[in-house]
């Protein structure tokens, strides 16, 4: 039988756990010393200097200006925290999908801190893409910049109506061979960061009819950031922007990896990506409980605290049920990552669990306060309206259920 120990102190994270898996391996989540160390620095961070920050004038209404990026990267890179998933080699900590789980709760309890550490999205995906298939010439053009903090990025592959948005295979964008170019026509949107950034990945479709991804810079002929999008989060620096690509010329020195091989990259990115949106969002579904468990303490309705009425109680116990149930999911599946699993199945039943579960905290939340939740005196409004997307991003609930289906019925029918 499994064995379980966990230990869930005042919404902060503490967790024992070893588990029985497939062929006798076992799962330790204890935290080493050096790892908790990390965890508390990183959590000191947050708590001291970013959160501070989180009313700074230098937001609108897509996003932090570039400006207070920059600010928050100096913070972060001055406390040796920047970048901390990727490579020692590339100036980050070289950390595990275990110990990112750990790192990225931390930094996501503030909605600024994944943006402070440089850890958001889509910088955060494209680093590890980049990583793993980008030519060295690429990564010291891009990748070292980005890991660094200097620049940002982009990842240009969801399309309106009738191209890609769920349906990768539905891909519009065309990439021409010219020569020793390509030439990439086509539009995409809900590109989170294109006001911006630098450079930016994006997927076409060849004239064999197999996808590749090649990398730009933005501020070239043939790209035109068309506008931003008018978006329910204000999160991500740069907003979410429609681009249209006309003409765009790229040498076949950018395509990143190989050619035609775009959608086996696109699962080098998302798997991993799918899980560290639920990672950092955990953060953010932590910082909403402790707030509501703060005005149900203090605040009295008759003739008690709230949180001693069972209606209120029962929400924070549930909230803390799915927190747990969040964070187990992220750890179990972080750790078949890092045992060199690809993780298809499990990142998405991790994306679908996470999702809905956090939303559900936060929403549980804005109700136990009450008129207090719908507005911005405390930080959960924000969260609430930030986090709603979560379910959709890095594909939606129903196409993730959908996909695990298939696998279920197609494991059944196999047997």
């Known amino acids: 039988m499994p064995y379980s120990k966990i230990i869930l ?18 799962m330790d989540f204890s935290l080493t010393p050096k790892l908790e160390a990390l965890r508390d620095r990183t959590r000191a961070f947050i708590l001291e200097q970013v ?19 920059k ?28 110990e990112k789980a750990v790192i990225f709760e931390e930094a996501g309890y503030s909605c600024l801190g994944p943006i402070a550490m440089n850890i958001h999205a889509p910088d955060e995906g494209n680093i590890h893409l980049m990583e793993e298939v980008a030519t060295p010439e690429q990564k010291e053009r891009w990748l070292k910049p980005l890991a660094q903090g200097k620049i940002r990025s982009c990842f240009a592959m969801t399309e309106p109506a009738p191209g890609a948005g769920s349906d990768p295979s539905m891909l519009a964008t065309t990439a021409i061979k010219d020569g020793d170019d390509y030439l990439i026509n086509g539009r995409k949107w809900f590109i989170t960061g294109a006001e911006g950034a630098d450079f930016v990945i994006i997927m076409a ?33 740069g907003g979410h922007g429609v681009l249209q690509f006309t003409n765009l010329r790229v040498p076949a020195k950018n395509i990143l990896g190989e050619f035609g ?15 560290t949106h639920c990672m950092r969002w955990l953060g953010q579904a932590r910082r909403a ?39 187990l999911h992220i750890l179990q599946t972080a750790w078949l990552l890092d045992q060199g699993q690809r993780c298809n199945y499990e990142s998405s039943r991790a994306k679908v669990v996470c999702s809905e579960a956090e939303w559900r905290v936060v929403d549980r ?40 289906a298939r696998k279920l019925i197609g494991n059944k029918e196999s047997k």
């Open 51 to 69: 959160i501070p920050l989180e009313k700074d004038p230098r937001q609108n209404e897509h996003g932090p200006s570039e400006e207070l990026r």
């Open 205 to 237: 479709l060849g004239e064999d009819g197999t996808a590749t991804m090649f990398l730009s810079d933005m501020n070239v002929p043939g790209i035109e950031l068309v506008r931003n999008m008018d978006a329910m989060d204000s999160c991500f620096t």
């Open 71 to 98: 600010d928050l990267i100096e913070l972060a890179r001055k406390e040796g925290l920047l970048t901390p998933h990727a490579s020692i080699e590339m100036g980050g900590l070289g950390l595990s999908h275990v």
């Open 289 to 327: 409980q402790d707030i509501a468990i703060a005005y149900a303490q203090q605040r009295e309705a008759f003739g008690k605290i709230l949180g001693a009425h069972e209606g209120v109680g029962f929400m924070l116990a549930d909230n803390d049920m799915d927190l747990q149930t969040s964070r």
């Open 9 to 26: 102190a005042k919404g902060i994270y503490k967790c024992h756990f070893t588990f029985s898996y497939y062929y006798n391996q076992i």
């Open 261 to 275: 091989k775009g959608f086996k990259y696109a699962q080098v990115r998302l798997a991993p990506a799918r899980l």
């Open 365 to 404: 939340c804005v109700q136990i306060l009450g008129g207090q939740g719908v507005t911005g005196e405390t930080a959960l409004m924000k969260i609430f309206k930030d986090m709603r997307g979560f379910r959709i991003y890095d594909g939606p609930s129903e196409v993730h259920r959908w996909s695990m």
